[in-house]
């Protein structure tokens, strides 16, 4: 796995059930998943030669993240490389302007949207569009909303422009909540999709994951399953793709894609018969996928990110968070604590959606912040 | 956590989500733990300056077996390290011999025993003891039903005793079945029990575990859970004690002692709130113990050996286990495949015992023999 962070540490948990070993592409030696597995490497995932060093040996590579150029996906593949997502498929998720695109001509819903160069454009997308705000993203690199910005006026939009950030400009969508639809896919075309659940955002950063959606409509929750089961086949995923989606009064609406294990869908390690890390290494192992299935009628993950002051004492609110709810189930990343960085989350189960959610509320809380 | 084996390789995957890592002390870089562990040293669990060594900078130091001199675990703790269970309780996970001394100074149920020398105290010990067969045990070292005889005759006691093995001797206990209590007790004195389970042995190796024990009266698994919590207390276990038990037509015997987690444990990685493994380590670490109730009404845990050729490809046959059944959980070690070895388990969770031990075994044999 290119990438060192905690997608790639709890995959590594996944590959040691499944008898294999994880090699990493780490960054830096105090990535999460280089302190936890056995075969670290350290490189830069822009660096072909590190790449293709890397690549020797492994019966599959994939990724903890977005950021590998394509050119160099592509480069390995043609060297024989198996290498999943490819080129063609991830570039979906990593340039938002071709996603809108393809999405565009695939007929999928998404919003209203256009690139832009201008602050002029941004304005007459506005006009057009119901008036500001609008929402200008980063055609490239955004995460957890950096790249993301919501513009009340032209004069917001000038300055951003000024910035030099390619970018395109979508309408704002009224939305009810937003969901997410995870599947995974294999080489083989088999497609796997789990329960969909609700996103909770704050700041633009996921903090809790309801699963499944309370309260969504059966013929929604399908209509979502096989939009991401059509965009899988259609975009040719290998590996996990999670459609993050804005839930209207009319209907579904695309937001963004990712082409790996997904902040959405970390609920499943104990709250689906198959996690997605393990379902991804199936997928890009070309094994048959694994059950989906809820594992409890209520499931809820809650992010837990680092206070504002940075100094918390994590394994003492561990020993109180242990305490006070030891059906909790925690997993930590390894990482230092920076104010907003997630540094681990922790999961219920449970029968009932609101209490399961308030201990999950609570449980992150004590991590974050004590007792 | 001192030796390398699958047991080591499953507790690091319960240290990651702790936002730990385990080092290992392995005697072999191709152990199953080493395998998957980032921080191994390869030295043997007899020599103390490689258990110093080992030791220095660990939060805590615990075993993947029994096979750790007192004398070192003494030394050790001697000198300031966190090692646990401590060398006065490991010693009768050890010694047979200390073990049923002890257990029989303390009142708990026992089968008739004798330490013996001479094939003549073997004979007169089934004389006194309702005639032959009588089971001989090694004082040290046994496992997986290695080191443990049924002596048909007085012919059977001399072979034995000529091979010069120190030796307790023991009635045959007219058993129904086996029964494991599964227990984590910390520093701070908190113990919690997990629901009693059925294990099922063939040829001495436990093949299959049924949780909760199908049809056991409720008193009875409290008497168990309650024998076991007592002997963590008595014998004062830090970490998992799991107590093997007989039951009887007139009511419990314990067979044997384990303190590390279990073979008969692996069933609560997806069946029970928190995994043997995690509770392991939340014990050493003194962390507050987690919940152990079950996840589902029915799990059963079916090992994978060798097959007789050794010659599987495992790897084969995961592809038609995954294809014929998604919702089987895998656990692979690692291991090169040699008869009769264990190399694995499986875990099925259900509603219906009798289904979800059938799909558990045909599973376990799909992985042993293919299609």
Known sequence: MVGGGQLARMTHQAAIALGQSLRVLSVSPDDSAALVAADVRIGTHTDLAALREFAKGCDAVTFDHEHVPTAHIAALAAEGVKIYPGADTIVYAQDKQRMRERL???????????????????????????GWPVVAKAVRGGYDGRGVWMLADAAAAEELVRTGTPLIVEERVPLVRELAALVARSPFGQVAAYPVVETVQRDGICVEVLAPAPGLPEERALEAQQLAIDLANALGVVGLLAVELFETADGLVVNELAMRPH?????????????????????????????????????????????????????????????ADPGVRVHLYGKQVRPGRKIGHVTVLGDDMTSVRARAARAARRLQEGE
Chains 1, 2 share one sequence.
């Open 263 to 323: 902040n959405s869908g970390h609920w499943t390690i104990e709250g689906a018969r198959t996690s997605q890390f393990e379902q991804h290494l199936r997928a890009v192992l070309d094994y048959p996928m694994g059950e989906t299935s809820l594992a409890a009628p209520a499931v809820v993950m809650a992010n837990v990110l680092g206070g504002p002051d940075g100094g918390m004492s994590i394994d003492e609110h561990l020993h109180h968070l242990f305490a």
């Open 104 to 130: 565009s001509e695939l007929g999928a819903p998404v919003p209203r949207w256009r690139p832009v160069a201008e602050a002029g454009e941004i304005a007459g997308f506005a006009a057009e569009a119901g």
